[in-house]
C-alpha cells in the first residue's frame, strides 16, 4: 500500500521562508510524479509545483522564482521537497502532496491516485 508523509509547516512572518516534505512509501514503480497542492480557507484545492521522477519541474506562475520543488537524491528517490522563500499572506493555506505512477504530471487533483495528509502554512505578521 502506498502511503504518503507529509511535514514542514508552520507560522512564518511575510518574506520567511519554509521546507515542506514528503515521503512516499509501499511503491514499486519506476516511473513516477509528485505534486503539491493548496487549499485555502474557502477555496478549491489548486496545484501549486509537480516533478517527476525526471525530475521535470512545474510550478504555478504565481510561486515560480520563490518556490523550487526536488526530489531527494539517495538512492529510493522517494522524498518530495518543495522549499518556499519569499513567502506572502497568499501562500497561507493547507499544502498537500500527491503522488502517481507514471511521468506525466499535471494540477488536475483527479489525476493523483494517493495523498498524503495536509500540512498548514501560515504566513503571518
Known amino acids: 500500500e502506498v502511503q504518503l508523509q507529509a511535514s514542514g509547516g508552520g507560522l512564518v512572518q511575510p518574506g520567511g521562508s519554509l521546507r515542506l516534505s514528503c515521503t512516499a512509501s509501499g511503491f514499486s514503480f519506476d516511473d513516477y510524479a509528485f505534486a503539491w497542492f493548496r487549499q485555502a480557507p474557502g477555496k478549491e484545492r489548486m496545484g501549486v509545483s509537480a516533478?517527476?521522477?525526471?525530475?521535470?519541474?512545474?510550478?504555478l506562475a504565481s510561486v515560480e522564482g520563490r518556490f523550487t520543488i526536488s526530489i531527494s537524491s539517495d538512492r529510493a528517490k522517494n522524498t518530495v521537497y518543495l522549499q518556499m522563500n519569499d513567502l506572502k499572506p497568499e501562500d497561507t493555506a493547507t499544502y498537500y502532496c500527491?503522488?502517481?505512477?507514471?511521468?506525466?504530471?499535471?494540477?488536475?487533483?483527479?489525476?493523483?491516485?494517493?495523498w498524503g495528509q495536509g500540512t498548514l502554512v501560515t504566513v503571518s505578521s
Open positions: 516533478i517527476n521522477s525526471h525530475e521535470t519541474p512545474y510550478y
Open positions: 500527491a503522488f502517481k505512477d507514471g511521468l506525466r504530471y499535471s494540477f488536475n487533483g483527479n489525476d493523483y491516485d494517493y
